[in-house]
């Protein structure tokens, strides 16, 4: 009977830990992707024009914050004081809830915004100048990161 009792008064701890680690792990994996492809077109274009190394450099990193974002919701939630052996199960839940959302969005922003600077990347190899069309365009996927970076802070703020 006692360890039934643990189990239950666990779940919410389980939950949130599971939301604060899915939050980190995805917004990191699709960081490190949006990166690599950055990179890899970096490479690619460097052969062609490895004058233009610094703009390669700030696109190529530019899906790395999404990462960011998935820490920055990790530490919100994490310092609030909320995740303790008190939490209610709703809670436990709302933060499964933000990990997941905050994480999936965070991974897709990230590939899909390393696809947009992936190809400026390689149109300025070619000699095009389309750095700052591709910082635009890049930042669209990037809005999308954000407004799940701020649900978390509402979510966090709520429970």
Known sequence: METANVVTNSAPLIFAYLGLALMLLLSGIGSA?????????????MKKNPDAFGNYMLLSALPGTQGLYGFGGFFVINSSGVVSEQMTMLQGVAILAAGLALGIVALGSALQ???????????????????ANTMILAVFPELYAIIAFAATF????SI
Do not use: E, K, Y
């Open 33 to 45: 992707m949006g990166v690599s492809m950055g990179g890899n077109a970096t490479l690619g274009a």
């Open 113 to 131: 915004q390393g696809r947009v600077c992936a190809n400026g990347i390689a149109s300025i190899g070619q000699g095009n100048n389309v750095f």
């Open 154 to 157: 509402i979510i966090n703020a």
